[in-house]
């Protein structure tokens, strides 16, 4: 095939005469006097003896070795071997969804059905990470129940309507109603709750609590209600505290409360243990004496805001009802009227002004008429 001699080799090197061979460089580099093996494998054994006398010789002095500069692990390598992980983002104890099987706080969804824990039971297991037991869970259906409306006049469910009427979407007119929520409306079961398990802990009888809440001239958060009085009672409250005088091992926070209303309806009727009261009282007795839960672990889910979640869950049922109802009706844009407005007019509260009846302002209870 070729004309004439190849030879494979380094990048193809080709030796055309004798002179070109590896013998004849190998010999032409030893008569140099350059240190050349036999043959490959012997480089190694070579290069050490003539290392070895020229530091004999003092020619070469050797120094230790300088450290070597550490290459670093590949991540996904280390990561397989176990070496490292990557730091969390998030931190979840209460669902997982990695496997085959949704889990509810190590529940496995099949089993949530499997055995009928409902609304309830889940919300045990997604807000607790725990089961409670079957009375308990029942008593936080009936408050979901008891708490998802309480008619359109509510603040609430008020903003709720008037952001759907403006046009707006199914979230921006629940997040209106829900942002109403505070210590005047719905808001007041985590407070209450503290209020009365603390005035209970620290030993005050209900008469030296609700003077020591009228000397500070604070209200008693649960106390009060505008329409229901002790003779037109709140049926949801009467409903939740027969149902947990029945049902629950022990009930301490609400008797104290019940002492406690019976002084401040005495002086107003209406002033009565609210629905807010009611469930706030209830769910610290429901904690502190169910036996699924230690002191500490109560204390601190009724003062991180449980308790003030279940009104929120319950009352965004009835919000996303108004929303639904305002877009059924297709009603307009809301514009409140003029005659449930008192305009207040500057100039007719200045002396030496004729004054008209339209000058006349109300605010809160009191007439303020121009001179």
Same mark, same amino acid.
């Given at each position: 095939?070729?004309?004439?001699?190849?030879?494979?080799?380094?990048?193809?090197?080709?030796?055309?005469?004798?002179?070109e061979?590896?013998?004849?460089?190998?010999?032409?580099?030893?008569?140099?006097?350059?240190?050349?093996?036999?043959?490959?494998?012997?480089?190694?054994?070579?290069?050490n003896? %003539?290392?070895?006398? +020229?530091?004999?010789?003092?020619?070469?002095?050797?120094?230790?070795?300088?450290?070597?500069?550490?290459?670093?692990?590949?991540?996904?390598?280390?990561?397989?071997?176990?070496?490292?992980?990557?730091? =969390?983002?998030?931190?979840?104890?209460? @669902?997982d969804?990695?496997?085959?099987?949704?889990?509810?706080?190590?529940?496995?969804?099949?089993?949530?059905?499997?055995?009928d824990?409902?609304?309830?039971? %889940?919300?045990? +297991?997604?807000?607790?990470?725990?089961?409670?037991?079957?009375?308990? @869970?029942?008593?936080?259906?009936?408050?979901?129940?008891?708490? =998802?409306?309480?008619?359109?006049?509510?603040?609430?469910?008020?903003?709720?309507i008037?952001?759907?009427?403006?046009?707006?979407?199914?979230?921006?007119?629940?997040?209106?109603?829900?942002?109403?929520?505070?210590?005047?409306?719905?808001?007041?079961?985590?407070?209450?709750?503290?209020?009365?398990?603390?005035?209970?802990?620290?030993?005050?009888?209900?008469?030296?609590? %609700?003077?020591?809440?009228r000397r500070?001239?604070?209200?008693? +958060?649960?106390?009060?209600?505008?329409?229901?009085?002790?003779?037109?009672?709140d049926?949801?409250?009467?409903?939740?505290?027969?149902?947990?005088?029945?049902?629950?091992?022990?009930?301490?926070?609400?008797?104290y409360?019940?002492?406690?209303?019976?002084?401040?309806?005495?002086?107003?009727?209406?002033?009565?243990?609210?629905?807010?009261?009611?469930?706030? %009282? +209830?769910f610290?007795?429901?904690?502190?004496?169910s036996?699924?839960?230690?002191?500490?672990?109560?204390?601190?889910?009724?003062?991180?805001?449980?308790?003030?979640?279940?009104f929120?869950?319950?009352r965004?049922?009835?919000?996303?009802?108004?929303?639904?109802?305002?877009?059924?009706?297709?009603q307009?844009?809301?514009?409140?009227?003029?005659?449930?407005?008192?305009?207040?007019?500057?100039?007719?509260?200045?002396?030496g002004?004729?004054?008209?009846?339209?000058?006349?302002?109300?605010?809160?209870?009191?007439?303020?008429?121009?001179?």
């Open positions: 095939m070729f004309e004439t001699e190849v030879q494979f080799g380094h990048a193809g090197a080709l030796a055309n005469s004798d002179s061979t590896a013998e004849a460089k190998n010999a032409s580099l030893r008569a140099a006097g350059v240190h050349v093996p036999d043959t490959f494998e012997e480089l190694p054994a070579l290069l003896q %003539v290392y070895s006398d +020229l530091v004999q010789k003092a020619v070469i002095v050797p120094r230790p070795e300088p450290e070597a500069p550490k290459i670093p692990i590949d991540y996904a390598w280390a990561q397989e071997l176990g070496l490292i992980r990557k730091p =969390a983002s998030f931190v979840s104890t209460i @669902c969804d990695r496997g085959q099987e949704l889990l509810y706080a190590g529940m496995r969804i099949s089993d949530v059905f499997r055995e824990i409902g609304i309830g039971g %889940v919300l045990s +297991l997604l807000w607790f990470k725990r089961r409670l037991p079957a009375y308990a @869970c029942k008593f936080i259906e009936m408050v979901l129940m008891l708490t =998802a409306d309480h008619g359109p006049a509510v603040s609430g469910a008020h903003n709720t008037v952001t759907a009427r403006a046009g707006k979407d199914l979230i921006s007119s629940l997040c209106s109603g829900l942002l109403t929520i505070g210590d005047r409306f719905g808001g007041a079961l985590d407070g209450a709750a503290d209020l009365f398990s603390t005035a209970y802990d620290k030993g005050l009888s209900p008469r030296e609590f %609700v003077d020591s809440m500070q001239n604070k209200l008693i +958060l649960g106390i009060g209600h505008k329409i229901k009085s002790r003779t037109n009672p049926l949801r409250v009467s409903i939740i505290t027969e149902y947990a005088t029945k049902n629950f091992p022990a009930t301490p926070i609400l008797d409360a019940r002492e406690v209303e019976g002084i401040t309806t005495a002086k107003k009727d209406n002033l009565i243990l609210n629905v807010d009261g009611a469930i706030g %009282v +209830l610290v007795d429901l904690l502190r004496h036996g699924a839960f230690s002191r500490e672990e109560a204390d601190e889910y009724a003062r991180i805001g449980t308790l003030n979640g279940l929120v869950l319950g965004s049922i009835g919000f996303i009802g108004h929303y639904l109802d305002q877009k059924r009706l297709k307009g844009l809301y514009r409140h009227p003029w005659d449930d407005i008192s305009y207040l007019n500057p100039a007719a509260l200045q002396g002004m004729s004054a008209t009846k339209n000058d006349r302002v109300q605010v809160g209870a009191a007439k303020i008429t121009s001179k």
